[in-house]
């Protein structure tokens, strides 16, 4: 019986917290994945008069920053950084019409997808789970993509990144194929180029002419934010 009422004394009431308390409380739960409790979290800042904008960057973003961190450092791993993606979805979900009702532009947009002949997708899925972490718009083409389908979606979307995926030292030759592409139609320069995947290399990136090559889902949302600077700087 001790134990049931120690745990009903630690049991936290969010709507109690001082704010502070309450945002400290959201990057715990974001770091352990709790959805439900993400959302009521979301919700109650909303309720006590915080803007979308600022509950989506104080809460959440700084939130999945630390996440992004510890991954990036070996101290969490993809299931749990997908567990804590997925929560953040939960109070995007909130998040989101309201946003668009008030015009809030996202950080930037982002087109991405396994090139042609590869289906393997859970590195790029966590990259376009930790760029929407990081408030990025994210438009996911899938799997098996092909240069007509990258570029019909860059002509649709307008986005300020392509990102290429590949797991396959048979398929990551594609991204050169959609990179050649994007320069026969003189369009490469509107697009800043990451492509990632286990075969990968700064070394392979350079010589197929993209913009960066990632690891990691953290490391593709620096150089996103870094890249996204020097455009809009220029």
Not at 146 to 152: A, G, K, L, Q, S
Request: hydrophobic share 45%.
């Amino acid at each position: 019986m001790s134990d049931e009422n120690d745990e009903q004394e630690e049991e936290i009431i969010l709507s109690e917290l001082e704010t502070d308390e309450l945002i400290e409380q959201m990057f715990d739960d974001l770091y352990d994945g709790l959805g439900e409790e993400i959302a009521e979290g979301t919700q109650i800042l909303l309720d006590r008069g915080w803007k979308a904008k600022k509950v989506l960057d104080e809460a959440l973003v700084a939130g999945m920053n630390i996440v992004g961190v510890d991954f990036r450092d070996g101290i969490l791993f993809v299931p749990e950084v997908l567990l804590s993606a997925n929560a953040m979805k939960s109070g995007m979900a909130i998040l989101k019409p309201l946003l668009s009702e008030s015009g809030t532009k996202p950080v930037g947009k982002m087109v991405i997808g396994t090139v042609k002949g590869d289906i393997h997708d859970i590195g790029k899925n966590l990259v376009g789970m930790m760029m929407e972490g990081a408030g990025f718009e994210v438009i996911d083409l899938g799997i098996n993509t092909d240069v007509e389908t990258y570029v019909e979606a860059l002509k649709t979307e307008s986005p300020d990144i392509l990102g290429m995926s590949a797991l396959l030292t048979t398929t990551m030759p594609y991204m050169k194929v959609v990179i050649d592409n994007l320069k026969e139609q003189g369009i490469r320069d509107d697009y800043i180029v990451m492509v990632g995947g286990a075969p990968l290399n700064e070394e392979v990136c350079a010589a197929m002419g993209a913009d960066a090559y990632c690891r990691d889902a953290a490391t593709a949302v620096e150089t996103a934010k870094e890249l996204m600077q020097q455009r809009r700087a220029c």
